[in-house]
C-alpha cells in the first residue's frame, strides 16, 4: 500500500523525503499518561464518569479492557458520533472483583506499574504479563515499595520482571524516597496508599509529572503535594483508607503532547514550513522539549487555550536554523519520552548536542539510548553512546541525505520508529526503510493517517 511518501510492506515501510513546503493545523489523539489514570480513577469513583478523547492506543486499550476483567463496565458512548467519548460505571474503592485469568498488559509499562498499585489494596489474587518487551522492563522498582507497604508481590527473575503475581489487602502506610525519577513509580505508591492504613508520604527529589496528583484532587480525594523543608522536590501525602473517596468526573482529555512532539520536530526541521498542532497537554513536568528547542534557537510558540482538566492550548513550530546545546540535567525527566525524536532534532542542528542523566532510556520500551545511537548512525549521523546520554555532532547538510537507501529497525519501541520516519521525511534525497512499524498502535494508531494528510494537503 502507498501513502504519498509512505510505501507500505507488512511491517516495514518506505520513507521519501517531503519535497513540498507545508502549513498545516492538526490535532494529536488524547494524551496516553492521562488516559491510562482517566480508566482506572474511573472505575474506583463512586459513580459514572464521563471520558472525551481517551485514546485509542494499544496501551490504552489494554487498560480499558484490563478493568473490564476486573468487573468495571466500560462503554462507548458515541453521542456526537466520536469513538473516543466513553463512559465508565465505577464501583467505588472497595468494588473491583477478582480477575479469573491473567491480565494481559500489553507493551503498557504505565498500566502495569499503577495497576500493581491497586491490586496491591485488593484482598484478592491477580497475575499480570504483557508482551516480550514489557516482560523485559525492570519490576523491582514497585515490587520494593509495595513489599514494604505489606503486599505480597512476586516476579519472573528473581522479582526482577513480569509476569507478576500479588495478593493484596492489608497494607500499611509508608514514608517513601522515589529513588529514581519516575511518575510510574510515585503513582504505584500513590494508588496503593488509597487502600493503606494511614497517611503514605512520597517524597520526589526531582517532580515528574503530576497526573495522578492532579485527577485525585479533581475528584476531591485528600492529596497534598509540599515544598520540604530543604526548599528541592515534593512531598505528596496521600490519605489512607477509609479518608476519602473518589468522585466521578466529566472530562475532555488534551491532546497528547508526546505524540504532538513528532509534528512539532518537523515543523522546524523543514525548510520553508510551519505546523500548529492544537490542544496539546501543556503539563509543566512534560515541557522539557519545548525548553531544550527554545535552547536551539527553535522557533516555537505556546498559546494556552484551558486548564481542565490540565493546562492545555495549541503549540506552533517554524522553521528554523538550530544550534546544539548540552541539555540541562533538570530537563530530563521533564522531557523523557521525547528524546527519539530530540536526538533526530539535534542531528540536522550546527554543532555538538549532549544528553546525560538519562540513564532511565536504558529501561523504557527499548534501551532508547542504543537504538537511537544504532538508528542515526545508520543514517550518517556522528553520534556517542554515553552510559547515561549520548552525544552528537549535528550537521545539517545530513539533509541532503547521502544514501539511496539506508535500513533502519524500530527494535519494537514505538518512539523509535515515529522519529525515524520524521527523519525520513526531512532527508531531501534517498530513501528510508523501517523495519517494525505495527509497534506505533501502541501509542498512536492515528499517526501514518496524520502524516499523510499533512503531506497530501
Ligand atoms: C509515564 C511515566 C514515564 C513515561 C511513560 C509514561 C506515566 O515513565 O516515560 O511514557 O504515565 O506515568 P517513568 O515513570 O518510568 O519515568
Redesign the pocket.
Known sequence: MTKGLLEFKQDKILVKGLSKEFSAAIEVPGD??IS??AVMLGSLAAGKSRVSNLSLSGDNMATVAAFRKLGINIKKQNLNGSPKDFVIEGAGLHGLKEPESVINTANS??LT??LAGILAGKDFFSVMSGDKYLNSRPMRRIIEPLSLMGAKITGRNKNAYPPLAISGGGLKSIFYEVP????????CVMLAALFAEGDTVIYEKKE??D??ENLLKLQGYPVNVDVPVNGSGSLITVKGRGRGELKPFNIDIPGDF?SAAFFIALGILHKGSEITVGSILLNDKRAGFIKALKMMGADVNLTVTGEVPEKMGDIKAKYSTLKGITVPLELV?DM??EFPIFSVIASFAEGKTTVTGAK?LR??ESDRIKTIVYNLRALGVDIKELEDGFEINGNPDLKNGREPLTALNSFGDHRIAMSMIIAGLILKSGKIEISGIRCINTSFPEFFDTVSRLINQ
Do not use: M
Open positions: 496516553k499518561s491510562h489514570r509499562g504505565t506499574r499503577l529514581v525519577p519516575s511518575a510510574q513509580v510515585k503513582s515528574t509529572r497526573h495522578t508526546s525527566p523523557i519520552d532511565e529501561v523504557k
